[in-house]
Protein backbone atom coordinates (compact mmCIF):
# COMPACT_ATOMS: atom_id res chain seq x y z
CA UNK A 1 0.00 0.00 0.00
CA UNK A 2 0.99 3.62 -0.67
CA UNK A 3 -0.27 6.35 1.54
CA UNK A 4 0.65 10.16 0.77
CA UNK A 5 -0.07 12.53 3.18
CA UNK A 6 -0.88 16.93 2.26
CA UNK A 7 0.01 18.43 4.92
CA UNK A 8 1.24 22.02 6.14
CA UNK A 9 3.45 20.48 8.70
CA UNK A 10 5.34 17.88 7.52
CA UNK A 11 7.71 17.54 10.44
CA UNK A 12 4.77 16.41 12.63
CA UNK A 13 5.05 12.84 10.94
CA UNK A 14 8.55 12.35 12.11
CA UNK A 15 7.82 11.05 15.24
CA UNK A 16 3.95 8.76 14.57
CA UNK A 17 5.65 6.97 11.57
CA UNK A 18 8.75 6.06 13.00
CA UNK A 19 8.13 3.40 15.68
CA UNK A 20 6.06 0.23 16.10
CA UNK A 21 3.91 -1.58 13.71
CA UNK A 22 4.13 1.18 11.17
CA UNK A 23 7.97 1.80 11.02
CA UNK A 24 8.17 -1.99 10.44
CA UNK A 25 5.76 -2.09 7.80
CA UNK A 26 7.76 0.98 6.03
CA UNK A 27 10.88 -1.07 6.70
CA UNK A 28 9.43 -4.19 5.00
CA UNK A 29 7.75 -2.04 1.96
CA UNK A 30 4.24 -3.39 2.86
CA UNK A 31 3.49 0.14 3.42
CA UNK A 32 4.81 3.75 1.71
CA UNK A 33 4.33 6.62 3.34
CA UNK A 34 5.19 9.76 1.57
CA UNK A 35 4.35 13.09 3.67
CA UNK A 36 3.99 16.26 1.05
CA UNK A 37 4.16 19.54 2.04
CA UNK A 38 1.35 22.13 0.80
CA UNK A 39 3.83 25.31 0.91
CA UNK A 40 5.96 24.33 -1.87
CA UNK A 41 2.79 24.34 -3.99
CA UNK A 42 2.77 27.87 -3.15
CA UNK A 43 3.44 30.91 -5.66
CA UNK A 44 4.23 33.68 -2.83
CA UNK A 45 7.03 34.54 -1.43
CA UNK A 46 5.12 34.36 1.85
CA UNK A 47 4.17 30.63 1.01
CA UNK A 48 0.75 31.22 1.58
CA UNK A 49 -2.09 28.47 2.20
CA UNK A 50 -4.70 30.36 3.86
CA UNK A 51 -7.34 33.05 3.17
CA UNK A 52 -10.10 34.59 4.91
CA UNK A 53 -13.36 33.12 3.73
CA UNK A 54 -16.06 34.70 1.19
CA UNK A 55 -19.09 36.03 2.98
CA UNK A 56 -17.17 36.98 6.51
CA UNK A 57 -16.47 34.63 9.36
CA UNK A 58 -14.07 33.94 11.96
CA UNK A 59 -10.76 32.19 11.23
CA UNK A 60 -9.02 31.04 7.99
CA UNK A 61 -9.62 28.59 5.65
CA UNK A 62 -7.15 26.36 2.96
CA UNK A 63 -7.08 27.72 -0.16
CA UNK A 64 -8.06 25.32 -2.94
CA UNK A 65 -4.65 26.01 -5.21
CA UNK A 66 -1.85 23.91 -3.18
CA UNK A 67 -4.02 20.94 -2.41
CA UNK A 68 -5.09 20.19 -6.04
CA UNK A 69 -1.78 20.97 -7.24
CA UNK A 70 0.01 18.45 -5.11
CA UNK A 71 -2.69 15.86 -5.69
CA UNK A 72 -2.22 16.41 -9.39
CA UNK A 73 1.53 16.04 -8.68
CA UNK A 74 1.78 12.66 -7.33
CA UNK A 75 0.36 11.18 -10.62
CA UNK A 76 -1.75 7.92 -11.06
CA UNK A 77 -4.55 9.27 -9.51
CA UNK A 78 -7.82 7.75 -10.46
CA UNK A 79 -10.34 10.60 -11.06
CA UNK A 80 -12.74 11.43 -8.15
CA UNK A 81 -15.94 9.46 -10.25
CA UNK A 82 -13.19 6.41 -11.03
CA UNK A 83 -12.69 6.26 -7.70
CA UNK A 84 -15.88 5.04 -6.24
CA UNK A 85 -15.42 1.74 -8.39
CA UNK A 86 -14.29 -0.23 -6.27
CA UNK A 87 -11.13 -1.57 -8.90
CA UNK A 88 -9.98 1.28 -8.33
CA UNK A 89 -8.27 0.26 -5.10
CA UNK A 90 -7.82 4.10 -4.45
CA UNK A 91 -8.96 6.86 -2.08
CA UNK A 92 -8.18 10.17 -1.50
CA UNK A 93 -9.50 11.30 2.15
CA UNK A 94 -10.25 14.88 3.40
CA UNK A 95 -9.76 14.71 7.38
CA UNK A 96 -12.93 16.25 8.59
CA UNK A 97 -14.67 17.18 12.02
CA UNK A 98 -17.90 16.64 9.52
CA UNK A 99 -17.06 13.34 7.90
CA UNK A 100 -18.02 9.70 8.70
CA UNK A 101 -16.11 8.48 12.14
CA UNK A 102 -13.23 6.32 12.16
CA UNK A 103 -14.21 3.08 12.98
CA UNK A 104 -13.31 -0.68 12.79
CA UNK A 105 -15.15 -1.47 9.84
CA UNK A 106 -13.84 1.31 8.00
CA UNK A 107 -10.54 1.03 9.09
CA UNK A 108 -10.65 -2.94 7.70
CA UNK A 109 -11.69 -1.46 3.83
CA UNK A 110 -9.46 1.32 3.99
CA UNK A 111 -6.83 -1.97 4.68
CA UNK A 112 -7.71 -3.44 1.15
CA UNK A 113 -6.57 -0.81 -1.11
CA UNK A 114 -3.52 -0.26 -2.62
CA UNK A 115 -3.38 3.78 -2.44
CA UNK A 116 -4.53 6.73 0.07
CA UNK A 117 -3.96 9.94 0.23
CA UNK A 118 -4.97 11.77 3.33
CA UNK A 119 -5.55 15.54 3.30
CA UNK A 120 -4.83 17.46 6.58
CA UNK A 121 -7.15 20.52 7.32
CA UNK A 122 -6.18 23.38 9.36
CA UNK A 123 -7.46 26.40 10.36
CA UNK A 124 -11.56 26.57 10.17
CA UNK A 125 -11.11 23.86 7.66
CA UNK A 126 -10.34 23.80 3.58
CA UNK A 127 -12.11 25.16 0.70
CA UNK A 128 -15.22 23.41 0.05
CA UNK A 129 -14.09 22.78 -3.80
CA UNK A 130 -11.88 20.39 -1.97
CA UNK A 131 -14.55 18.25 -0.69
CA UNK A 132 -16.81 18.37 -3.45
CA UNK A 133 -14.53 18.19 -6.46
CA UNK A 134 -11.34 16.66 -4.92
CA UNK A 135 -11.77 14.09 -1.94
CA UNK A 136 -14.00 11.02 -2.49
CA UNK A 137 -14.90 10.99 1.23
CA UNK A 138 -14.25 12.57 4.42
CA UNK A 139 -13.49 10.88 7.73
CA UNK A 140 -13.00 12.21 11.09
CA UNK A 141 -11.68 10.19 14.46
CA UNK A 142 -14.09 11.08 16.58
CA UNK A 143 -16.89 13.88 17.45
CA UNK A 144 -15.04 16.94 19.23
CA UNK A 145 -12.75 19.25 17.10
CA UNK A 146 -9.08 19.29 16.34
CA UNK A 147 -6.46 21.72 15.58
CA UNK A 148 -5.66 20.18 12.46
CA UNK A 149 -6.12 16.81 10.60
CA UNK A 150 -2.21 15.74 11.55
CA UNK A 151 -3.95 14.00 14.38
CA UNK A 152 -6.55 12.10 12.88
CA UNK A 153 -4.14 11.32 9.69
CA UNK A 154 -1.58 9.61 11.99
CA UNK A 155 -4.57 7.76 13.72
CA UNK A 156 -5.75 6.60 9.92
CA UNK A 157 -2.35 5.51 9.22
CA UNK A 158 -1.85 3.41 12.31
CA UNK A 159 -5.30 1.58 12.97
CA UNK A 160 -4.86 0.83 8.34
CA UNK A 161 -1.47 -0.37 8.74
CA UNK A 162 -1.53 -2.70 11.49
CA UNK A 163 -4.15 -4.46 9.13
CA UNK A 164 -2.45 -5.16 6.54
CA UNK A 165 -1.33 -9.08 6.26
CA UNK A 166 2.23 -9.06 7.29
CA UNK A 167 2.11 -5.72 9.62
CA UNK A 168 1.58 -7.65 13.36
CA UNK A 169 3.62 -10.56 14.08
CA UNK A 170 0.46 -12.74 14.68
CA UNK A 171 -2.45 -11.37 12.16
CA UNK A 172 -4.98 -13.64 14.16
CA UNK A 173 -4.46 -10.98 17.03
CA UNK A 174 -6.16 -8.13 14.60
CA UNK A 175 -8.96 -10.66 14.54
CA UNK A 176 -9.64 -11.04 18.10
CA UNK A 177 -9.31 -7.22 19.13
CA UNK A 178 -12.16 -4.73 20.48
CA UNK A 179 -14.74 -3.42 18.02
CA UNK A 180 -13.70 -6.60 15.45
CA UNK A 181 -16.85 -7.71 13.68
CA UNK A 182 -17.25 -11.61 14.02
CA UNK A 183 -19.99 -14.32 12.78
CA UNK A 184 -22.28 -14.47 16.32
CA UNK A 185 -19.04 -13.86 18.81
CA UNK A 186 -18.16 -17.39 17.88
CA UNK A 187 -14.30 -18.19 18.83
CA UNK A 188 -12.20 -19.08 15.44
CA UNK A 189 -11.77 -22.42 14.76
CA UNK A 190 -8.62 -23.51 13.43
CA UNK A 191 -7.17 -26.88 12.42
CA UNK A 192 -6.17 -27.88 15.57
CA UNK A 193 -9.80 -27.79 17.28
CA UNK A 194 -12.04 -24.58 19.10
CA UNK A 195 -9.50 -21.64 19.92
CA UNK A 196 -9.13 -20.84 23.72
CA UNK A 197 -9.60 -17.36 22.89
CA UNK A 198 -12.56 -15.28 22.29
CA UNK A 199 -12.94 -13.23 19.21
CA UNK A 200 -14.62 -9.66 20.20
CA UNK A 201 -17.69 -9.89 18.13
CA UNK A 202 -17.85 -5.74 18.14
CA UNK A 203 -17.46 -6.13 21.97
CA UNK A 204 -14.89 -4.31 23.82
CA UNK A 205 -12.18 -6.94 24.53
CA UNK A 206 -11.90 -9.07 27.83
CA UNK A 207 -9.46 -8.51 30.73
CA UNK A 208 -6.21 -9.76 29.63
CA UNK A 209 -3.67 -10.72 32.31
CA UNK A 210 0.48 -12.10 32.67
CA UNK A 211 2.97 -13.24 34.66
CA UNK A 212 2.84 -13.52 37.57
CA UNK A 213 0.27 -15.15 38.59
CA UNK A 214 0.38 -13.24 41.78
CA UNK A 215 1.14 -9.62 42.46
CA UNK A 216 1.27 -7.64 46.01
CA UNK A 217 -1.89 -9.65 46.49
CA UNK A 218 -3.68 -9.39 43.35
CA UNK A 219 -4.43 -12.46 41.63
CA UNK A 220 -5.24 -13.82 38.11
CA UNK A 221 -8.46 -15.26 37.80
CA UNK A 222 -8.43 -19.29 38.87
CA UNK A 223 -10.05 -20.48 35.32
CA UNK A 224 -7.75 -18.57 33.38
CA UNK A 225 -4.62 -20.98 34.77
CA UNK A 226 -6.96 -24.43 35.11
CA UNK A 227 -6.47 -25.45 31.27
CA UNK A 228 -10.05 -25.63 30.64
CA UNK A 229 -10.07 -24.02 27.48
CA UNK A 230 -14.01 -24.12 27.11
CA UNK A 231 -14.35 -22.46 30.66
CA UNK A 232 -11.63 -19.82 29.69
CA UNK A 233 -13.75 -19.09 26.72
CA UNK A 234 -17.02 -18.55 28.54
CA UNK A 235 -14.87 -16.54 30.97
CA UNK A 236 -13.92 -14.23 28.26
CA UNK A 237 -17.10 -13.87 26.61
CA UNK A 238 -19.24 -12.80 29.95
CA UNK A 239 -16.23 -10.13 30.99
CA UNK A 240 -16.04 -8.99 27.52
CA UNK A 241 -19.83 -8.40 27.78
CA UNK A 242 -20.08 -7.40 31.27
CA UNK A 243 -17.16 -4.79 30.52
CA UNK A 244 -19.25 -3.65 27.16
CA UNK A 245 -22.52 -3.43 29.59
CA UNK A 246 -20.24 -0.76 31.50
CA UNK A 247 -18.40 0.79 29.44
CA UNK A 248 -20.40 1.06 26.23
CA UNK A 249 -23.80 0.33 26.22
CA UNK A 250 -24.36 1.40 22.95
CA UNK A 251 -22.46 -1.60 21.18
CA UNK A 252 -24.84 -4.13 22.12
CA UNK A 253 -27.53 -2.37 19.89
CA UNK A 254 -25.23 -2.77 17.06
CA UNK A 255 -24.10 -6.41 16.92
CA UNK A 256 -25.51 -9.82 16.64
CA UNK A 257 -25.82 -11.78 20.27
CA UNK A 258 -26.42 -15.78 19.99
CA UNK A 259 -28.10 -17.29 22.50
CA UNK A 260 -25.13 -18.34 24.85
CA UNK A 261 -24.81 -14.25 24.94
CA UNK A 262 -27.83 -13.21 25.47
CA UNK A 263 -27.74 -15.52 28.38
CA UNK A 264 -24.42 -14.62 30.04
CA UNK A 265 -26.05 -10.70 29.65
CA UNK A 266 -29.28 -11.65 31.53
CA UNK A 267 -26.88 -13.17 34.21
CA UNK A 268 -24.92 -9.74 34.30
CA UNK A 269 -27.75 -7.44 34.43
CA UNK A 270 -29.12 -9.73 37.69
CA UNK A 271 -25.38 -8.71 39.41
CA UNK A 272 -24.65 -5.24 37.70
CA UNK A 273 -25.80 -1.32 38.03
CA UNK A 274 -27.42 -0.54 34.78
CA UNK A 275 -24.88 1.91 33.36
CA UNK A 276 -26.34 5.78 33.55
CA UNK A 277 -27.30 7.79 30.41
Known amino acids: MRIDILTIFPDFFRGPLDYGIVRRARETS ?10 SFTKDKHRTVDDRPFGGGEGMVLKPEPIFECLESLGDIASREMRWKPEAKQSVILLSAQGRTLDQTLAAELSTLDRIVLICGRYEGVDERISEYLAD ?14 LGAAVVVDTVTRLIPGAVGNQNSTRQESFTQSVNGQAEVSGDGPSSTCVSGGLLDYPHYTRPAEYRGMTVPEVLVNGNHDQIRTWRRKTALA ?7 DLLE ?11 LDQIKRTEVTPSN
Request: aromatic residues 4%.
Open 30 to 39: LVEINIHDLR
Open 137 to 150: REVSIGDYVLSGGE
Open 243 to 249: KTFRNRP
Open 254 to 264: RIALNAEDREL
